[in-house]
């Protein structure tokens, strides 16, 4: 541990983040890893809560958590050429961020605190946790586990069981190292934590005493199947819900500005001809991602743009940053116009077409709140029946 060692303080940067160089190897041993062909982004992604999933949520066993909003990695324990523990963090976008302060420790459990686990890979997300004084602290909430100590055949097993191996084989040896050396975790760059996970017949608890007790910003729940493997890329039996209207959708952003005349100023300052006017409110067009073709990524106009008003464009410019082709979550407002919510710089792409539209079936079909908590007794009565029948177990 380097003597500057502590908390990170951006999630968005949270290590140094490797070259081409150095990442292209890194990507292959994952892949080995994980017995993949391909060095793509492993992590499994969710798809947009639709009505007919409430069916789904009665005839299979899911568990539910709150869907933080904060950036998604894997977290890779691995070691160095020297035999020394060193972690890197796994973004969307497949970068690898090396923790470089070298704070991070994860004991193997019944062994001495300076063996560490190598060749695994935990699935969660950083978020800061808001702290007494106006503080923050930064934490890894785990909500999978795809390999530990080089076994992927974790991949197969349920997710209860991949959780449980978490849970026994990595989380209590770092509870119990940081219970018997208290002084060491304020230098650690983040706490590590387990997703709190319920039953998914919990949903009025979930709303009512979860959500509101949340330390971090929240934007909705996330129900995974008990019973299914981890799956690389969109998995159809991890569902994300959002309130209808709090639905969004990543869009690729591109602004066509207007060619205009010169006024009489301009024209006295020598420019005659037409130009591009980069000042004025453009037309800000939003695009969504078809696939890639030859390695290459491929756009179509969505067929609605981006609505801007002119305090909105010139605070925009105000900010100095880069925006033509950048990544934009966006939501829709009272009137039906897609507004800018964030930019989101973690993602390589916007959403693909087949996420708009089960976005939009969400937004158009949504299921609410108070829908969702109503239809929590049929989901028990699923479960208990499923139970007694030998498929399934509860409380």
Known sequence: MRDDAGPITDISKPGVKLDHEFVRGLRQDVARLLGRTNDKFPGAQPVSFARRHMEELRKEDYYVCEKSDGIRYLLYLTQDDHGHACHYLIDRKNDYWYMEKRNLHFPLPNASPAEFHVDTLIDGE???DKVPGGGKEPKFLVFDLLCLDGKADLLSKSLDKRLGYFKEHVMKPYKKLFTEFPQELPFQAFKVEMKDMQFSYGIEMMFREVLPKLKHENDGLIFTCRTTPYQFG??????????????????????????????EEERAEGITKPFVDYDSLPEARLLVFKGSERGQPQYEEFGEGLHLSEDEWEELKSWGDPLQNRVVECCLDEERRWRLYRFRDDKAEANHVSTVRSVLDSIKDGVGEQELIGAAKGIKDGWKARQQGGGGYGH
């Open 234 to 263: 969109t998995d159809p039996h991890i569902l994300k819900w959002k309130a209808p209207h709090d639905n969004t959708v990543d869009f690729r952003l591109r602004l066509v500005f207007p060619t205009v005349e010169p006024d």
């Open 126 to 128: 950083l978020v800061f």
